[in-house]
């Protein structure tokens, strides 16, 4: 089971306050927007860094794709933004607020299950059954058009109990037991360790998803040797140990 580490959620507001250079020191801080399935890979980079970098504090906000574009078009004080989706990043590239994203990491959908898997779930068909409770992502965030992508896939007609704003929130609702099932990625099963249990989706009804990792236009010479380090073998060796596909 994958050791916990403290992550520290950084809400808007009060990113105001902590991003950039401290007044009077060398000290820089870096605000770095990602995708809520990226929360514990980040925060391992993270310390990476630091450790390497102590004249460098990471602040991270966590929370789905969608939510995070529209921080960032809002003028929100954000360095890096990394979002599981094409569709997402090309958003904020559209508005030009982002500089040359680029793919670092793939990955898929599974099935959350609790442990003991009470409902006995084995594929996307038994979701639809009249007394399962699923819980999968809002649609406009990338894990529930991938969610929807492949419920289309399988032919699945499917009545959510909720939808859920990232997929964190979705896994966090399978870990205390309020739903039978989730539609999560495989790297949220890995993280969560022996927390949940995962149902592999076939690749014939899966649907898979591509992240993308890029400075915006206030970022610095820090914020794009963070997005080296996500880049460089020892990154994209966290990524896979975390459950990600290679880009």
Not at 31 to 41: Q, R
Not at 177 to 205: F, K, N, Q
Not at 209 to 219: D, F, M, P, V
């Amino acid at each position: 089971m994958r050791i916990a580490r403290t992550v520290v959620l950084v809400p808007v507001a009060a990113m105001m306050v902590v991003s950039g250079c401290s007044a009077g020191t060398d000290e820089q801080v870096v605000t770095i927007a990602a995708a809520s399935s990226l929360t514990d890979a980040f925060t391992e980079l993270g310390a990476q860094f630091e450790a390497d970098d102590p004249r460098v504090t990471l602040r991270f906000t966590f929370a789905g794709s969608s939510t995070l574009a529209e921080q960032v078009m809002a003028g929100a004080p954000i360095d890096v933004l990394a979002t599981a989706s094409p569709q997402t990043m090309g958003i904020a590239v559209q508005a030009g607020d982002v500089d040359q994203p680029v793919v670092f990491a793939t990955n898929a959908l599974a099935i959350a299950v609790p442990i003991g898997n009470p409902a006995g779930i084995t594929g996307l068909a038994d979701l639809a059954e009249p007394d399962v409770t699923v819980v999968v992502c809002a649609a406009q965030v990338p894990c529930g058009a991938a969610a929807r992508a492949a419920l289309a896939r399988s032919g699945v007609a499917l009545t959510p109990a909720s939808l859920e704003p990232d997929v964190r929130a979705v896994l966090a609702k399978v870990v205390a037991d309020e739903a039978d099932a989730g539609l999560v990625y495989r790297s949220d099963i890995v993280t969560a360790g022996d927390t949940v249990e995962g149902i592999t989706i076939p690749d014939d009804e899966n649907a898979s998803t591509e992240y993308l990792i890029a400075t915006t236009s206030r970022g610095g010479d820090a914020a794009e040797r963070f997005v080296d380090l996500v880049l460089s073998p020892a990154g994209q060796a966290v990524l896979a140990d975390s459950g990600f596909g290679a880009p």
